[in-house]
């Protein structure tokens, strides 16, 4: 599909999906209903019209690349679950877990020692959700925190993927940065500047510790859980199937779990792996990390005959298969949305309504509003700093005369954080589905608890911003 400029209707596909996702409750639903809204707008037929849009927004290679991830990280949980280890882990653990606070700033302080923001919450939540489980955290007080320290975390890192990325974008524009390196360098000097970033880490930390009072529906959740037991609310839709807890107590194996063997040593294959490929390769590669881990667990629950057969082995991983299409589903219609906002020009004309309001005491608000905006309705992040980098920051030249200084470390912080926002809450976000997955919530749930939470960041900092720009405007 052809990219256009459909104005202010490009932003109904997302607008509808909205409107029906917290209406209804239904993930599925809202995004089908906002992929055909689109389909029709750009005038194809109904039928022939979504065929195609399908084949142009999963025949990619990154939809394949994500897709693969979630079919891995299901057989890996289906492995644990037939060992019976995540409930020996938890039996184990449980002695030493003394409360809920403590799980929930366990799992916040794992997230500090992020190396990519896909892996973050899927292995955290493998981990940590037994635990969670057993202390009556909400699934979505998990999603929560597994969401809010992955990716602002990585942004924090100036040496991860991202900082990388986005040096590479301002040294591309020349001017006073000439290289990579001294992009890196003014990537540095913005992250005191990333302000949405560093209040989210802040107050998912307040939250775990019970000092930061819960509110919305994050409260009821909270409430919920405490009072009733109940992980998920009434009429929940987990991203993980209940394939998995069927595998558990269908486990008819005699062969006693083995923690270290059958969850530990997996746990420290997938992290060893990563780390290598990260130092040997330039970045983490997640699908073979896990394809890696899987295959030392088949091959090891073979030789202690928790599998009794290959035909065993087959069924258990094709259920772990199974427990994922609810998330891949969720993944492939994200990724349609993504495609027809592209195809009408959404980011363009968001992008138009906010340079009208680039003074300089405003620039760096509507800096992060233009890419909180652009990144919410596209769902991706590092699309938006492409978008907005190039605007950003030759126009914090022109304020500062060319100069490197306060406001151009600003500009950089302020799109960083923008595209964060649309990161967090975008329900058709990669990472959002991911720590959806993780925390076995129901998608809809995740985002509707962790938004108030983002707006309140979100303005938190939008005041900061404002005052940065007032005070060293000229710097």
């Known amino acids: 599909m052809e990219a256009a400029n459909y104005g202010i209707l490009s932003l109904i596909p997302l607008a509808l999906t909205l409107l029906l996702a917290f209406w209804k409750k239904d993930a599925v639903f809202a995004l089908f209903m906002g992929c055909l809204s689109g389909v029709l707008l750009l005038g194809h037929d109904p039928a022939f019209g979504f065929s195609a849009l399908a084949k142009e927004a999963l025949g990619n290679e990154d939809f394949i690349w994500i897709l693969l991830i979630q079919v891995f990280i299901g057989i890996m949980i289906a492995f644990f679950m037939k060992a019976g280890v995540v409930k020996a882990f938890a039996e184990m653990i449980a002695g030493k877990v003394k409360s809920p606070r403590s799980v929930k700033l366990a799992t916040w302080f794992i997230g500090l020692f992020t190396i990519d923001d896909y892996m973050s919450p899927l292995l955290r939540g493998v981990v940590m959700r037994p635990l969670t489980d057993e202390m009556r955290v909400p699934r979505e007080k998990l999603a929560f925190i597994l969401d809010s320290t992955c990716a602002s975390v990585c942004t924090l890192m100036p040496f991860m993927a991202w900082g990388a990325y986005v040096a590479g974008l301002v040294a591309d524009l020349g001017g006073p940065v000439t290289s990579n390196e001294q992009g890196v360098s003014v990537y540095i000097s913005a992250i005191p500047f990333n302000f949405y970033a560093i209040l989210m880490v802040l107050i998912t930390l307040l939250s775990a510790l019970e000092i930061f009072p819960d509110f919305g529906p994050m409260r009821k959740a909270e409430q919920r859980a405490r009072t009733t037991g109940k992980l998920l609310r009434d009429g929940a839709v987990p991203m993980m199937g209940t394939e998995l807890e069927e595998l558990q107590k269908g486990n008819d194996s005699d062969v006693k779990p083995n923690v270290m063997l059958d969850f530990l040593v997996p746990i420290m294959i997938l992290v060893a792996t990563a780390i290598w490929t990260y130092i040997a390769k330039g970045g983490v590669k997640i699908l073979e990390c896990f394809i890696i881990t899987v295959i030392y667990m088949a091959i090891e629950l073979s030789i202690r005959k928790v599998f009794k057969s ?145 707006l309140l960041a979100a303005a938190v900092s939008m005041i900061l911003w404002v005052v940065v720009a007032m005070v060293g405007g000229a710097a």
Not at 310 to 323: F, Y
Not at 342 to 362: H, I, N, Q, Y
Not at 416 to 438: A, E
């Open 310 to 454: 290959v035909t065993d082995l087959v069924n258990t991983a094709v259920q772990g298969m199974k427990s994922v299409m609810s998330a891949t589903l969720i993944l492939a219609l994200a990724y349609c949305i993504n495609t027809i906002t592209k195809s009408m020009g959404a980011a363009d004309f968001l992008l138009g309504v906010c340079e009208s309001w680039m003074t300089p005491a405003l620039f760096l608000s509507v800096a992060f509003v233009a890419g909180a905006v652009i990144s919410f309705f596209t769902g991706s992040s590092w699309g938006t700093f492409a978008i907005c980098i190039p605007i950003a920051v030759p126009m914090a030249y022109s304020f500062t005369g060319g100069q490197l200084g306060t406001l151009v470390y600003a500009a950089v912080g302020a799109v960083v954080s923008g595209g964060l926002f649309g990161d967090h809450c975008s329900p058709v976000s990669d990472t959002t589905v991911l720590s959806s997955l993780g925390a076995a919530c129901d998608h809809i749930d995740h985002v509707r608890t962790q938004l108030p939470y983002a």
